[in-house]
């Protein structure tokens, strides 16, 4: 064994460091980084570094926590054979097998937004009946005004009284970003951390909302401000509740697969400029008589690399910890902006206007040529997606920038687009450059955008 304990003379501190084993059931710390195996059960990943100073002694427990966490792509979630909805979650086989083989009927809380359950409310009842389930179903009005702590303790009244098994019920949300994100929050607070699944049924939450770790509510008149990072145990994803959803919405989602295929993916960016109209005619479909089979592939496509490319992204950096983000792009001006015209604009809509921007700033600082920053935008306005806001004005600009850089660690991080598909994060870009992007910006894009908003 080597050297444990350390005595550093200047302040007299003597530090020792402890793994911690499991012996015959009971945990105990041993000096050192090596153990001997032989008589121990179990060795945790977790330390204890013990520090004796002359003012006292402290303990700091480092303790690594595993999240783990399915994204799964199906079809029929709510056809009565597929069994995705009640056991997609389930990764270990023994449990898997128990659960086959008990007669004990399956509990399920669900909480679904309310437009959703008027057009798949029957479904989902045939679905948990046709499966034995003992269920709840909770339909809310999970809009953006309702996105609160209200809302959340109403979840959670319904989830005490339905009452659930902590280890082997998770709470199921279907809905879009807004109701996942309630419920996500909802049930990290039940009994400190419920399970719970996400079934996302609008094309934002499809490849954003319900990829990630986030929960939230808005609170203080400011979005998301409450809030946690704990993931779903799993993500269920069925593409065909997006045919229901209005065409605005689905250009809404389209802006966040932009986003990575202008951060990360040329060839999503391509997808999206020569199908972006079919993927907005067809909803993302497959059963389309005008496309054909050309609809199913490109949606498959888009929907497998956002996704992709957005799990690459979030998985090394689940809480957020590294500050130097690709996927903030589109996300540093747009928040002040979407909150100052609320609600005229959708969050998509909002990051779009941000993105368009950039590509300007982009272009102007040498990093784009003329010809890509045209394609870009052309691919933005075939997107049905706005390119321009008059609220978006230099003063927002500075405004944000500012915030960004209190809260950022001293540094503005603002990644921009180096070329299609490739990004790199910036921390001097200067006010010259801003401000004549901003003004070129306005004269090219404040006409054409104008009529693409009263079209
Ligand atoms: N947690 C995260 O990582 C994350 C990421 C991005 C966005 N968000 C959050 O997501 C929210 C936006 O999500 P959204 O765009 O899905 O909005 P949303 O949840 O408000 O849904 C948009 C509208 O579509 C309706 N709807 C939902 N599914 C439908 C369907 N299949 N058919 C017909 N109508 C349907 C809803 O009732 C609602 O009126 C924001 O609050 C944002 O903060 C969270
Ligand atoms: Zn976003």
């Keep these: 064994m080597g ?19 499991r012996v015959k059931g009971t945990w105990k710390s041993k000096p050192g980084k090596k153990i001997n195996k032989d008589p121990v059960d179990c060795v945790s990943p977790a330390k204890i570094f013990e520090s004796v100073t002359e003012h006292g002694t402290s303990w700091t427990v480092v303790s690594p926590i595993t999240f783990t966490y399915k994204v799964t792509e199906t079809h029929g979630l709510l056809d009565p054979g597929n069994s995705t909805l009640l056991v997609g979650h389930i990764t270990d086989s023994q449990q898997l097998e128990d659960i086959k083989k008990s007669n ?37 009005p999970t809009t953006e005004e309702n996105k609160s702590m209200e809302t959340a303790l109403k979840i959670l009244d319904e989830v005490n009284n339905f009452g659930l098994d902590r280890r082997t019920e998770p709470i199921i949300a279907i809905g879009g970003g807004v109701c996942l994100d309630i419920v996500g929050l909802a049930a990290s607070l039940y009994r400190r951390r419920t399970p719970y699944i996400r079934v996302p049924t609008t094309l934002l939450s499809y490849i954003d909302a319900s990829v990630g770790a986030k929960t939230g509510v808005n609170f203080a008149n400011c979005k998301n401000k409450l809030g946690a990072y704990i993931p779903p145990v799993a993500a269920l994803l069925d593409l065909s509740f997006i045919q229901s959803v209005p065409r605005r919405h689905i250009s809404n989602g389209l802006a966040e697969m932009l ?27 497959a059963d ?11 949606a498959s496509q888009a929907t497998r690399i956002a996704i992709t490319t957005m799990l690459e992204e979030l998985a ?8 130097n983000r690709l996927v903030d792009f589109g996300h540093l001006i747009s928040p002040a902006l979407e909150m100052k015209v609320l609600p005229s604009l959708l969050h998509g809509e909002a990051v779009n206007i941000d993105m368009s921007y950039m590509v300007y700033v982009s272009h102007e600082s040498g990093l784009l040529t003329e010809e890509e920053k045209k394609r870009i935008i052309s691919c933005m306005v075939g ?7 008059e609220e978006f004005t230099m003063e927002l600009i500075q405004k944000s920038l500012q915030d960004r850089l209190k809260h950022s660690g001293g540094l503005v991080r603002m990644p921009l687009p180096v ?12 006010y010259d450059v801003l401000y004549r992007a901003h003004v070129k910006w306005c004269e090219e894009l404040s006409v054409s955008s104008d009529s693409t908003c009263d079209a």
């Design 419 to 430: 070329g299609l598909g490739q990004a790199e994060i910036f921390n001097s870009t200067s």
């Design 3 to 21: 050297k444990v304990q350390q005595v550093d003379c200047e302040c007299k501190e003597k530090k020792t460091e402890f793994s911690l084993v």
């Design 316 to 323: 090394p950096n689940l809480w957020e910890d590294d500050l």
């Design 104 to 140: 004990k009927p399956i509990r399920r809380f669900i909480v679904i937004d309310q437009e959703v359950c008027d057009i798949y409310g029957s479904k989902l009842t045939e679905y948990l009946e046709a499966n034995n389930v003992m269920y709840k179903i909770l339909a809310l």
């Design 259 to 285: 986003k990575m295929a202008l951060m990360k993916h040329k060839g999503l960016f391509e997808l999206l400029e020569e199908h972006g109209c079919m993927l907005l005619d067809t909803k993302f479909q």
């Design 288 to 298: 389309n008589t005008v496309y054909g089979h050309s609809s199913q592939k490109a």
């Design 383 to 389: 997107l049905e997606l706005p390119v321009w806001h």
